[in-house]
């Protein structure tokens, strides 16, 4: 079994924005497979999907991004799935608009987000995939950018990486995370085609 966890903020006024694109993505590997989230024990919400044959559970936590790790915690210890098999799916600043990274372990990155995870789990080895949202315009606070919504031009962009992402995801189940990592970081950034 392999656990996927896309990191978000939990309510409508969160669904669209920078800061939930981790939701976002599981939300069209649910599509993808016909399974519907439903309430998990562990504060979040769960669906099962099979890819090759591999059962991985979508998880989205409900305690709000920064404690995600109050809920990816006991999640992976109930289901004891060793940390090589959960991937966390979230936003990034530090990456260029539009692009995927996916790696193997590594810090926080100040991802409030993933510093949460590593606190919880104790470890920061375990995969992760990086949706890369961009900097914020001008003087604007990376606080008020992450959890507003994207421009029309930038989610013409972001309906094509969210995408990418999934199919990214469904990759690193199929062929585990070294040979992921090749497709995935090799991948030209999309541009968007109003530019």
Known sequence: MKLVFGLGNPGASYERTRHNIGFQVLDILARRHGATFTTHKFRSLAARIRVDGETVLLVKPLTY??????AVGPIVRYYKVPLEDVLVVYDDL???????RLRAKGGSGGHKGLKSIIQHLGSEDFPRLRVGIGRPPGRMDPADFVLSPFTASEEEVMAVVREEAADAVELWVKEGTQRAMNVVNARKRVESQSV
């Open 65 to 70: 991004m920064n404690a995600s790790g109050e």
């Open 94 to 100: 530090d990456l260029p608009f539009g692009t995927l």
